[in-house]
């Protein structure tokens, strides 16, 4: 890292980093109802958080400050790479853009969006026809979207852990449980006893580790 370089105060990095990724979340989102925008709206301001504190002003480390450096006193707290919180507690302080909590964040956050974006396909498909997505993610989970968007926000989380963030994600994990609820009740009284079956067989939000690792193959399968 340059020295000379500011560690913070990169307003134009949180304004650009934040539109690409509610931008990228949006083209498959798609919000129409009024609980489809206030959820992803609480969505993008997750994001906007995140990057206001990764590059804008570090918020977490200013509060933690006193904390942390009467724990970690080696650490200079106000560089950009002790942001990276947890790859600095663990001692992965060299280089935490190797660590292994770095690492694993873009295994969740690759993983969230590739899961958004199968998803969107065969959902998309499903609309065309006004019939009921079972086949890809959705043979696997009945909600991998907003899977797709917990796995994303937990992703961020490891890799730049912040007090905003860290009390934002288990709000926005609720209000993605109730809107598939809501969205259940509709499938429910659209297409009746099929999507039945299909609830009955398919989990919402954990899949079947009997499924992933193979015993089903292909879409799900109606009764």
């Known amino acids: 890292m340059n020295d000379t370089a500011p560690s913070y105060g990169l307003w134009s990095l949180v304004v650009v980093n934040s539109a690409i990724f509610i931008f990228f979340a949006y083209t498959f989102f798609k919000p129409q ?13 997750f994001l906007v958080a995140l990057f206001a504190e990764m590059y804008g002003f570090p918020l977490t480390i200013y509060f933690l400050s006193g904390w942390l450096q009467s724990r970690f006193p080696d650490v200079d707290w106000f560089s950009h790479d002790a942001g990276h919180l947890l790859e600095m507690m663990f001692g992965w302080k060299a280089n935490p853009h190797a660590g292994p909590f770095h690492i694993l964040s873009f295994v969740f956050i690759g993983g969230g969006f590739i899961l958004i974006s199968a998803a969107w396909k065969v959902l998309f498909d499903a609309q065309q026809t006004r019939s009921l997505a079972t086949t890809g993610p959705y043979s696997y ?11 994303v926000m937990f992703g ?16 926005l994990t609720v209000m993605y449980v109730r809107l598939a609820r809501t969205e259940e009740r509709d499938a429910r009284a659209e297409f009746g006893d ?6 009955a067989d398919v989990p919402g939000f954990i899949p079947k580790l009997s499924r992933v690792f193979g015993a089903a193959t292909g879409g799900y399968r109606h009764g």
């Open 194 to 199: 099929a999507y039945a079956r299909y609830a």
């Open 156 to 171: 961020f989380l490891l890799q730049w852990p912040t007090i905003l963030t860290l009390a934002m994600f288990p709000v």
């Open 33 to 45: 109802t009024a609980r489809d925008w206030r959820s992803f709206s609480a969505f993008s301001a």
């Open 141 to 151: 989970l009945r909600h991998p979207q907003y899977v797709g968007f917990i796995l």
